[in-house]
């Protein structure tokens, strides 16, 4: 059944577009605090948010509800996805909420919910706060001395870059690395360089003068370019790239190359296999990962598990089988010994501990594999289902039976914006090119 409110990825849309409104937001604060308060304590809620300018009125609309049905609410400032998981399990919060549409421009919006533990909410659980959200709300609030308050949390920046910095093996640090860092204008830009400078780095930083419209502007984990012209001219040992909220992270060599979520899961993978740290017997990924992958980690004997593209389906087959390593091509990678959700810093910093310890350059220590050739194209759309048309159907029934069993088609619709991914992989490259062409083409005829 279809939501009215909740996607892949909490709700996200337009800031004062047709979902994403301080109505709305604030009946998602008395909603969610009326399903979590629980008991005779006061039940409390941490938020979190990025840079964008609509956060300051979707945090007022949030803190309004939350205080309203009596929770309390601790204020955390701008902070990543994954600190605010991790903030919600150490200040034994009942709920925690994260403000951001990620690596979407400025005006997009989002609220994402994680629980006492630091997960995020399951559908069942997003289903039920849909329609409480949709009830009389009114009759339901507190009263008195049990209305809530807010707080502001000075300490918590802290509280995020202490953890970050014990993630790193013991007697490894960062002295003598050049690290260029790409905050995205976004929600790490005070945390990331603070966290790498303390283990020892020379750090830069760019995109880290965020003005509320400039987060992930021709910078960010999406836009790598302005990362690359840095590492090359700095001669930097590495470039990161966080997007809006750090929960992704994209990786520069020191010869200015992209190194994309699957070698970088690779890396991890390999590494704490021979540690005797790996848990699973390999790792777990979408859809969207490379068949190279699959084959190199067949060829170390490990597995490779597929998902449904988003990292929550990622993380609940993680949890679900018992594995530790985990992520997307795009660069979630989820590490489950030390977060809950994709964490682009505490990811970052494993990969720059394999290349000290092995002394060797990123280059060196990333490529681990060859990619299949692999083609990705996003068509944007208006509205309407065109993946149901019948004459894209009968061109996607032709590509398949082209690929055969020469290679893989994964055709999605994004749960995030309005665009239709479509993948296709393969030994033969002048093949995938034509499948994915022919598709795009044909869709973009219909939409």
Not at 150 to 157: F, G, N, S, V
């Amino acid at each position: 059944m279809a939501r009215k409110y909740f996607g892949t990825d909490g709700i996200r849309g337009l800031a004062n577009g047709s979902k994403l409104t301080p109505e709305l937001a604030m009946r998602v604060g008395m909603a969610a605090g009326l399903k979590f308060v629980n008991g005779d304590h006061r039940n409390r809620v941490v938020i979190g948010k990025d840079t964008r300018r609509s956060g300051y009125m979707i945090e007022s609309a949030l803190t309004a509800g939350f205080t309203a049905v009596g929770m309390d609410v601790y204020l955390l400032g701008p902070m990543p996805t994954p600190a605010v998981a991790m903030l919600t399990r150490s200040l034994r919060a009942d709920l925690g909420v994260m403000i951001s549409a990620s690596h979407n421009p400025f005006d997009d919006n989002g609220i994402k919910l994680f629980r006492h533990d630091g997960f995020k909410l399951s559908d069942a659980l997003e289903n039920e706060i849909e329609d409480l959200m949709d009830s009389d709300l009114l009759s339901q609030l507190s009263r008195g001395q049990n209305i809530g308050r807010a707080h502001r949390d000075e300490a918590a920046q802290t509280r995020y870059i202490e953890y970050a910095k014990r993630t790193l093996p013991k007697n490894i640090d960062l002295t003598g690395l050049r690290v260029v860092l790409d905050c995205a204008n976004g929600a790490a830009y005070k945390v990331a360089p603070v966290a790498l400078w303390e283990l020892g780095a020379e750090v830069f930083t760019i995109g880290d003068k965020p003005d509320g419209f400039n987060i992930n502007d021709k910078v960010g984990s999406t836009a790598p370019d302005a990362l690359i012209g840095k590492v090359r001219e700095l001669r930097a040992d590495i470039g990161i790239a966080l997007d809006g909220d750090a929960d992704r992270v994209i990786i520069v060599d020191e010869k200015g190359e992209i190194v994309d979520g699957d070698q970088f899961m690779a890396v991890i993978a390999e590494s704490w296999h021979r540690r005797g740290e790996l848990r699973g017997g390999g790792l777990v990924a979408t859809v969207m990962s490379n068949l190279g992958l699959e084959r190199y980690l067949g060829g170390l004997g490990l597995t490779l598990e597929r998902t449904q593209v988003g990292d929550r389906y990622v993380l609940e087959t993680m949890r679900a089988k018992g594995f530790n390593v985990g992520g997307e091509q795009s660069g979630h990678i989820i590490l489950s010994d030390f977060t809950t959700t994709g964490d682009g810093l505490i990811a970052a910093l494993q990969l720059m501990a394999v290349a000290k310890m092995a002394g060797k350059p990123i280059s060196a220590v990333c490529q681990r594999f060859e990619k299949v050739p692999q083609l990705l194209q996003s068509i944007r759309f208006k509205e309407g289902k065109p993946l149901e048309n019948k004459l894209v159907q009968q061109v996607i029934k032709e590509a398949e039976a082209r690929l055969a069993q020469k290679g893989r088609l994964v055709i999605r619709v994004s749960g995030t914006e309005p665009v239709i991914r479509v993948m296709a992989e393969g030994d033969d490259e002048s093949l995938v090119t034509s499948v994915v062409e022919d598709i795009a083409a044909t869709i973009k005829k219909v939409a």
